[in-house]
T-cell receptor, first 116, second 116 residues
């Protein structure tokens, strides 16, 4: 079974440009999560999709970030326009809803975003 | 709001020695507790989790963790470390809503360095 995949693995853009990150969850996983780790800080939750619906977007830092999951399969996270403080590693995770005792999230390798 | 504290940013251990990584959490009820490991270039891999029941949890790669409610702790242990255990370790706390697991709250991580 393929794991969570993310594309690209690394992106370098200039301040003011737009970048779109993609996440392909494990097939059949209805839950999809985005996280971000800024250098030196903890991994922070951004948002949670259940199928194509946003279940929780309380962690999205501001309206320059737009996440979509059309069709309930892969997801994209767009940053427009990018700022220097957006640099960091963006992780995606997915999970099935198997109830609370079996709940676990599978993480992708992350996309390292560098804004110069 | 929940929070996780990993007080040690770096820990150096000799190969073959025992290991304990500390984790304290803050949450109003009994949370779901997780330990993840990230090796260079890899995504986060789940080592073990606690939901309820036996407070000593066994995980993969010979790791275990003990949930202590009175101390709000969930420390990770291994009796004898191997050079391949060098990685960054993250403690996380989560909750569960009807639609699936909620976004996780992570600690800042502990870098484990193994001395030969």
């Amino acid at each position: 079974e393929a794991g969570v995949t993310q594309f690209p693995s690394h992106s370098v853009i200039e301040k003011g440009q737009t970048v779109t990150l993609r996440c392909d969850p494990i097939s059949g996983h209805d839950n999809l999560y985005w996280y971000r780790r800024v250098m030196g800080k903890e991994i922070k939750f951004l948002l949670h999709f259940v199928k194509e619906s946003k279940q929780d977007e309380s962690g999205m830092p501001n309206n320059r970030f737009l996440a979509e999951r059309t069709g309930g399969t892969y997801s994209t996270l767009k940053v427009q326009p990018a700022e220097l403080e957006d640099s960091g590693v963006y992780f995606c995770a997915s999970s099935q809803d198997l109830g609370p005792t079996r709940a676990r999230q599978y993480f992708g390798p992350g996309t390292r975003l560098t804004v110069t | 709001a929940q929070s996780v504290t990993q007080p040690d940013i770096h820990i150096t251990v000799s190969e073959g020695a025992s290991l304990e990584l500390r984790c304290n959490y803050s949450y109003g009820a009994t949370p779901y507790l997780f330990w993840y490991v990230q090796s260079p270039g890899q995504g986060l891999q789940l080592l073990l989790k606690y939901f309820s029941g036996d407070t000593l949890v066994q995980g993969i790669k010979g790791f275990e963790a003990e949930f202590k409610r009175s101390q709000s702790s969930f420390n990770l242990r291994k009796p004898s470390v191997h050079w391949s255990d060098a990685a960054e370790y993250f403690c996380a706390v989560g909750t569960y809503s009807g639609g699936g697991a909620d976004g996780l709250t992570f600690g800042k991580g502990t870098h484990l360095i193994i001395q030969p």
